[in-house]
């Protein structure tokens, strides 16, 4: 989508601080870190959030928790939390499916 705030992104037009990339996914620092360790991964491919999850593309969200298991461990993260907002009530400010990756502090739950 050209008009794609993260597809812009995974596509290099607008400038991010990578942490890791492959050819289906993109993982870049938190511009408004919410933790000491606050990183996103998103699917290169648009899908809107985690509700447009389908059978064709889950193989890409699955592939994203492997990226996060093996990259959270080369940052040398034990202990962190996944997120992903979807719908306006529910926080996502962008709607292009990410990941949340936070560590570095205490987490609180339930999230507010
Ligand atoms: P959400 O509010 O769950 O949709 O998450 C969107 C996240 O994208 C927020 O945490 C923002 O701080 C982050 N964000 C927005 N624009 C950028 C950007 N240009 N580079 C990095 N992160 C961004
Ligand atoms: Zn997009």
New binding site residues.
């Given amino acids: 989508m050209s008009e794609c705030?993260f597809c812009k992104?995974a596509a290099g037009e607008?400038p991010?601080?990578k942490v890791y990339e492959d050819d289906l996914c993109y993982a870049?620092?938190?511009?408004?870190p919410?933790a000491p360790v606050?990183f996103?991964v998103i699917p290169k491919a648009h899908i809107a959030s985690c509700g447009e999850v389908t059978v064709e593309n889950a193989p890409v969200v699955a592939h994203i928790f492997e990226v996060i298991s093996k990259v959270t461990k080369e940052l040398g993260v034990t202990d962190f939390r996944v997120?992903?907002?979807c719908g306006a009530q529910a926080?996502?400010?962008?709607?292009h499916l990410?990941f949340?990756v936070l560590s570095g502090r205490d987490m609180t739950w339930p999230p507010g």
């Fill in positions: 705030l992104i607008i991010s601080k870049f620092y938190d511009i408004d919410q606050h996103l997120v992903s907002n926080g996502q400010s962008v709607p990410h949340h």
